[in-house]
């Protein structure tokens, strides 16, 4: 047994180690890259909820080695020779600080280490502790020779390699949180492994380190440098659009006289990347001798723009970054932006990156309709309305539609009907515009002739959105009419949802009810809940609250209108007497408070009851009945039962013509069917 001194000034374990990486995935890189500067051609991490394991076969280091060079914090990490006839390798990591990234994962760990000719169970074994490395700047550890534990028994067949076990873990491990693991440790490095012979696995899975899960939802991409077509279009087999950089030529060759070589691509959504957490790759990359040196080498450049959150890209910079002298920031968050030559190389992707949104928005909108719910771009009535438009209306529908996009681009789901108002709102300005424009041409025209041809088609416009404004006028009462619709078949639905939504839509009942509840003075029209007290004498009194009650131009007196939910069931189910006595104490009750009802007949305030369309005549099997004897006796005190049933038939029945006309006009795209 002997010790291993760490010589950590400074408090470089906390510098260098717990405060440089925030989450998982970087930390577990650093040690990832060690094992791979040491030749290993496997690398196994195995995660579980109070521990996580690095094991590598790599050429492992001696007690001399582990002093030299694992225990001195901070050194130039030196070359390693290749081992098993593996080509050389260029070293991912340079100041020898990678280690510490352990700590950052937890606040223990052990090493075992074993280097070529060892006896066959000869393993180095000693834990660090964070605790007490930061309570000195010297710290001691023993060092102790040892078989490896039966933990790690199908990896006693090593002639090397190198172990960590960090446990007292800082994080909790979840499938989430290896999922995530999992595609952000591919992201981290781009290696060809069929070439460098090597394997990274994450709890028994292999990882793919020439790929990303992203790849095959690119559609656009501009390569530069000295990528070849043939090699570009190997890595996205499914690019739709593929075009090398040229739009301006200095820039194009300082990449491949730098040799920088990379990517920027488009997706189709947004979420397109990103992880099952949120966690988003839509950044462009540096990558030096395989792993990565930049998680968003744009950042210092970041602007609004919609596109960025459609962009990724990954650039391959290992000679640039080889010749920069101490190139990572001290935070180890990325390239040093105040070193000259990686501005200039931020300012040049900067360029590329403006190329490509320029790109990306002449494709979404050469593209807009494609964005479209499949059940709206294969609607006929659309499709009909398109195929009308000028070339210019179909530019600034695209416009409009793009915009849209998006909207329907993101996570967040939206509803179909919000989606067809937006549509068909668009369709209204297409129309809109072509009227401006008409109006703009007619002011600059001088030649009467030709001011007369522009009136004419002026004034058909103006026809046209005359018959449009008709047109949105219907799309919202239908859009009235698929609502009620779908409260009555939710059983669930609540009384007073069905009396908001009459309210706010009197004209169902009766067609000439046309109140607008959004205009102030229009509000005592139409009233919700109006109450009275019914004096029944003797310091009697009843409460009454009036569901709808409604005063019209058509109609001397208030007419009363109660509703029940659409489940004829409960205080909904009800029967002639029980109708008949609520009736005639609301009749009462307005009698005694409104003083120029007091001469007036209870009869001649007119009262629409509206019940479950499972209402009918005796015998019918309904669960709501009347006889004839009864259905007569409230006619005469002019009490009308209506059904929600016979609400919707009179409304679509009303609409019908409005709709064949508007459908053979075309004026806009009637989305309320898929004919």
């Known amino acids: 047994m002997t010790s291993l ?30 094992s791979y500067d040491a030749y290993a051609t496997e690398v196994n991490i195995k995660l579980s909820n109070d521990s996580i394991v690095i094991i590598d076969n790599g050429k492992g280091l001696d007690l001399v080695e582990l002093e030299q060079k694992y225990a001195i914090i901070g050194s130039e990490k030196q070359e390693e020779a290749p081992i098993n006839g ?81 446990t007292d873990t800082r994080r909790r491990i979840t499938e989430a949180t290896r999922n995530n693991i999992r595609k952000q440790l591919s992201r981290r490095f781009y290696i060809n ?86 966690a988003s790759f839509a950044n462009i990359i540096i990558l030096a001798n ?64 403006d190329f490509v949104i320029e790109r990306w928005d002449e494709i979404r909108r050469e593209n807009a309709i494609e964005n479209l719910p499949e059940r709206i771009k294969s609607n006929q009535s659309y499709t009909d309305w398109l195929s009308g438009l000028t070339e210019e209306q179909k530019k600034i529908n695209n416009k409009l539609l793009d915009l849209f996009s998006n909207k329907l681009d993101d996570d967040v789901a939206l509803d179909a009907n919000a989606v067809d108002s937006m549509v068909t709102s668009i369709s209204t300005v297409i129309n809109n515009i072509e009227a401006d424009d008409l109006i703009a041409s007619f002011e600059e025209e001088e030649d009467s002739d030709a001011q007369y041809a522009l009136l004419f088609k002026l004034m058909t416009n103006i026809a046209k959105m005359e018959d449009l404004n008709h047109a949105n006028l219907i799309r919202k009462r239908l859009s009235a009419i698929e609502k009620l619709e779908r409260l009555m078949a939710d059983d669930s639905t609540a009384e007073k949802v069905f009396e908001k939504h009459l309210s706010d839509n009197p004209w169902l009942i009766n067609p000439y009810w046309n109140v607008d509840r959004n205009t102030p003075t229009e509000t005592d029209y139409l009233r919700n ?109 002019n009490i009308t039962i209506l059904k929600y049933s016979k609400i919707i038939a009179e409304a679509r029945k009303m609409y019908q013509d409005h709709l064949k006309y508007q459908k053979e006009a075309k004026l806009i795209p009637d989305l309320s069917t898929d004919s």
Request: glycine share 6%; charged share 30%; hydrophobic share 35%.
């Open 5 to 34: 001194k760490f010589s950590i000034a400074n408090n470089a374990v906390t510098h260098l180690g717990r405060n440089l990486y925030s989450t998982t995935p970087p930390a577990l890189a650093e040690l990832v890259a060690n």
């Open 86 to 166: 593996l080509d050389e390798r260029k070293p991912m990591g340079k100041k020898g600080i990678g280690k510490l990234a352990a700590f950052s994962l937890g606040n223990i760990y052990t090493v075992y280490s074993k280097s070529r000719g060892s006896s066959a169970n000869d393993w180095l074994k000693f834990t660090l502790n964070y605790r007490q490395m930061t309570a000195s700047n010297d710290y001691d550890v023993e060092v102790t020779e040892t078989e490896l534990p039966e933990e790690f028994s199908e990896f006693e067949s090593y002639t090397s390699g190198f172990i960590v076990k960090i």
């Open 193 to 278: 492994q069929s070439k460098t012979n090597f394997k990274l696995k994450l709890d028994g899975q292999e990882l793919e380190l020439a790929s990303n899960e992203y790849y095959n939802k690119i559609q656009y991409v501009v390569y530069f440098g000295n990528l070849e077509e043939d090699e570009i279009k190997s890595k996205f087999e499914n690019v739709e659009i593929l075009e090398k950089y040229s739009k301006i030529p200095h820039i194009a060759t300082y990449f491949s006289n730098s040799n920088i070589s990379g990517w920027i691509g488009t997706t189709n959504k947004p979420k397109d990347l990103k992880n099952e957490d949120g």
């Open 290 to 353: 395989g792993k990565i040196a930049d998680e968003d080498i744009l950042k210092s450049k970041s602007n609004a723009r919609i596109a960025n959150n459609y962009i990724v890209g990954e650039i391959v910079a290992d000679d640039f970054i080889s010749k920069l002298d101490d190139p990572i920031t001290s935070s180890r968050q990325g390239l040093d932006d105040s070193i000259p030559e990686v501005e200039e190389l931020i300012l040049n992707l900067d360029k590329v990156r």
């Open 529 to 637: 809940q109006e109450f009275f007290n019914l004096d029944r004498g003797n310091d009697e009194f009843k409460r009454n609250f009036l569901d709808i009650s409604i005063r019209v131009a058509e109609e001397e007196y208030p007419i009363i209108i109660e509703l029940k939910k659409n489940t004829a069931d409960g205080y909904a189910r009800v029967d002639f007497n029980m109708i008949n006595e609520q009736i005639t104490n609301y009749r009462q009750a307005m009698i005694q408070n409104i003083p120029e009802l007091r001469t007036v007949d209870e009869t001649d305030i007119k009262v629409i009851f509206v019940l479950s369309e499972n209402t009918g005549m005796i015998g019918a099997g309904n669960k709501i009945e009347f006889t004839a004897r009864e259905k007569q006796m409230l006619d005469i005190s």
